[in-house]
């Protein structure tokens, strides 16, 4: 762990430099500790790909203080998943929706059928949440259906789109701006209002996606 100031009031906690599983686990463990701990005088822990932002009370804490109690909360003796969420979402993968499949099949040389199993097969870690409420960055995508953003975004992208972007994915969690891939749409509810959180996914959490049908989709109440 690296710890840095952030300012008169915040410090940042660094994991690693890099995006992999292993420090996301040390992230998610190390907040779940920090946490456990119940301090009011921790007035905001934000976790992210490979640090956690905390804002402190600075009549309780200084640097030096703050550091040393958390260095002392914290062990990496288990890195597990076994005991993390994994949150299962249904997906409709169609093109009407994936406005982005026929073009990374064509890039990619892999059918639409492979590219949804490719996508649909694995259990992703949510890395962070960002730009809106609700959106999580979830990693890591396998490599054969790795896209880069789109060279122009779209200005407006419908909610509940799922997306690619380099090696992470995620779902739009309402209508806005947006330039990385889309490749299928759900009809779960991303951000809400009455939840601590505002979204069903949170640091901890992991992600499986279901591939539906479209009569499915549309029977949840999705939008076509």
Do not use: C
Not at 75 to 93: A, G, P
Not at 107 to 116: D, G, N
Not at 135 to 151: E, T
């Amino acid at each position: 762990m690296d710890f840095k100031v952030a300012s008169v009031d915040s410090i940042i906690i660094y994991f690693g430099r890099e995006i992999s599983q292993e420090i996301s686990l040390k992230v998610k463990k190390a907040y779940k500790s920090i946490m456990a701990l119940k301090d009011e005088s921790l007035i905001e822990i934000i976790p992210s790909y490979n640090s956690i932002f905390i804002t402190y009370d600075i009549f309780t804490y200084d640097f030096v203080s703050l550091k040393q109690k958390i260095e002392r909360s914290i062990t990496f003796n288990s890195l597990r998943q076994d005991d993390e969420k994994i949150v299962s979402i249904d997906v409709y993968y169609g093109v009407e929706v994936g406005f982005d499949l026929e073009d990374i099949s064509k890039k990619t040389s892999l059918s639409i059928e492979e590219i949804i199993s490719l996508h649909s097969s694995k259990i992703y870690d949510v890395y962070a949440i960002g730009f809106l409420p609700g959106f999580a960055y979830l990693g890591n995508v396998d490599k054969k259906i790795a896209m880069p953003r789109l060279s122009s975004p779209r200005k407006k992208v419908p909610k509940g789109s799922l997306a690619l972007a380099d090696t992470q994915t995620a779902i739009y969690p309402q209508d806005s701006a947006g330039g990385w891939n889309i490749i299928g749409k759900t009809a779960m509810e991303l951000f809400d209002k009455s939840l601590d959180t505002l979204s069903p996914l949170s640091g901890g959490n992991r992600v499986r996606f279901n591939p539906i049908t479209k009569e499915e989709f549309l029977k949840q109440g999705g939008i076509l």
